[in-house]
């Protein structure tokens, strides 16, 4: 079987500060995926990729950029924190249409 | 934008009883999978289920595309059954999941 790494598994930033959140997968699974949970609010699609430098925004791409370096990896970046900003990003990857399988996620606290 | 709705919010059992979830979506999917995510942990994916009945282990899902809606059936319900039970659905571009805030469960011993 195959795994997805994120790292780091705990972020803490400053206000205004550039934040990058990493994510390897060794499935050979062409699609990668972002998301964003926050409490009470449910997973949402910050930005996903259908194939090596491919990206495509989703519902939440503002105030952040991703990069898909090569299929293995695909990164994000948090352009600039906000102060008190709490979330959980989960990195996925699936086969087109197929299952996804999540990452252990990223805690992200913003003093 | 595609809408996924799960009920109810959250549900305590005794260990052995059994639960349904529900999940309704506001438009056309063209596909659907349920998943679980520990207190704390990862999510697991706990079946693809994008029309019909599917079992796995004490899971059961049925899902009535026609009328936008699966339910998940968790049988003989163990502590280990805790934690949340998210709904997902592939939009008709079959590109992108959209998500429900989830079930909270609990299992008491």
């Known amino acids: 079987g195959g795994i997805i790494t994120q790292t780091p598994k705990f972020l803490i930033g400053q206000e205004g500060q550039k934040l990058t959140l990493k994510c390897q997968q060794n499935f050979n699974h062409d699609t990668m995926y972002w998301y964003r949970q926050d409490s009470g609010k449910g997973l949402r699609l910050i930005y996903y990729?259908?194939?090596?430098?491919?990206?495509q925004k989703g519902d939440l791409s503002e105030g952040y950029d991703a990069s898909r370096e090569k299929k293995s990896s695909f990164s994000l970046t948090v352009t600039s924190a906000q102060k008190n900003e709490m979330a959980v990003f989960l990195c996925?990857?699936?086969?087109?249409?197929?299952?996804?399988?999540f990452g252990h996620g990223t805690k992200l606290s913003v003093l | 934008g595609q809408q996924v709705q799960q009920s109810p919010a959250s549900l305590v059992l005794q260990e052995g009883e059994n639960a349904e979830l529900q999940c309704n979506f506001s438009s056309t999917a063209t596909q659907l999978q349920w998943f679980y995510q520990s207190p704390g942990g990862s999510l697991v994916s706990l079946l693809s289920?994008?029309?019909g009945t599917k079992h796995t282990g004490r899971l059961t899902s049925t899902t009535v595309t026609k009328e936008r809606r699966s339910s998940l059936h968790i049988s003989s319900s163990q502590t280990t059954d805790s934690g949340t039970y998210l709904c997902?659905?592939?939009?008709?571009?079959?590109?992108?999941?959209?998500f429900g805030i989830g079930t909270r469960v609990l299992v008491r011993p």
């Open positions: 990729s259908i194939t090596e430098n491919d990206l």
């Open positions: 996925a990857s699936s086969i087109y249409n197929e299952r996804l399988f």
């Open positions: 289920n994008p029309s």
């Open positions: 997902a659905i592939v939009n008709s571009a079959g590109n992108k999941l959209t």
